[in-house]
């Protein structure tokens, strides 16, 4: 009976260590800080590890538009000119002259009209920002546990997923204006006349005399 009872014991504490030793190699078979998946199957292990990296970025768009607007536009003024124009009158009857002045006062309207042109620049900026989240997954084959066995196949896969925010806009305009089309008229009337007439001139007749 004693030879039979250490028989038994002999088989469960064999067995015993059988377990745990099967446990260890599947359950610690691999050990990191990193939150990779392991698994073993059929003496191979196979360690997934996934990382990923966030980095932001943004798309910027700028469209650009021109318009351009036409209004009539005209400036009038009005101002005074003299002109004087002198002229010998000769004498009907003598070999006389005289100075005839003629003083002619004009009003003058100048008028001046034009196209005035408003030319408009508007630069429309849109900023949206982009959260971009790279994950990579690289898959290890090792043969046995992955700190003792051989490493057989390593596979990366790569993925790239993009979060577009909120787009802001923000409007720029710019306005100019220039002349174009642009046309000076003057209208000249006449608002007063005067004549002077000046002595005879009786130097000729004069030396006569004195012969």
Known sequence: MKKLAMILIAIMLSFGFTSGAIASST???????????????????????????????KIVKVKKSTDYSTEKKFDKSTYEDLEVD?????????????????????????????????????????????????????????????????????????????????AKVKVTKHKSTYKENEKTHFDKKVIDVKVTKGKWDKKDKDEDDKH
Request: avoid cysteine; aromatic fraction near 8%; hydrophobic fraction near 20%.
């Open 27 to 57: 359950a610690t078979a691999y050990n990191s800080d990193n939150d990779d998946k392991v698994t073993y199957k059929d003496g191979i292990t196979t360690v997934v590890t996934t990382k990923k990296e966030v980095t932001h970025d």
């Open 86 to 166: 002198v002229k010998k009158e000769k004498h009907p009857k003598h070999d006389w002259y005289r100075d005839i002045k003629t003083e002619t006062t004009y009003k003058i309207t100048k008028t001046t009209t034009w196209d005035e042109v408003t030319k408009t620049d508007t630069i429309r900026k849109t900023t949206t920002p982009v959260k971009i989240t790279k994950t990579t997954i690289t898959t290890k084959k090792y043969k046995g546990k992955p700190n003792k066995g051989n490493l057989i196949s390593t596979k990366s896969k790569v993925k790239v997923d993009k979060k577009y925010g909120e």
